[in-house]
């Protein structure tokens, strides 16, 4: 279990799970989502949860892994652009530790 800010003054926080990473990675709903000037909004947020609304309402199996996610994290109360930042930098840094196990 990772522990991301939610905020810049560090006051609040939200609990992500290897199980929520994944599920990101399974969706690829990080692919696209940010701009190229790499600044992350609230607009950005709501384009979020708006792609994972879609995924949820189309999809013909199970959805549990998403509903999980949007419960958990993306739909938190204390869930602002800070915390996708936050989030969306802890995503990267185990994409990296994979990438670097894979090669040893």
Known sequence: MYTIQANSSGTRSIKVSEEHL???????LFTHLVDSNGIITE??????????????????????????????????????????QELIKLYKEKQEEEVENDNS
């Open 22 to 28: 994944n599920t990101i990675k399974e969706y690829s």
């Open 43 to 84: 607009e950005v947020l709501d384009k979020l949860k708006l792609n994972v609304r879609s995924l949820i309402a189309h999809q013909k199996e199970d959805s549990k892994k998403l509903l999980d996610l949007c419960i958990d994290v993306i739909y938190h109360k204390k869930m602002k652009a800070y915390g996708l």
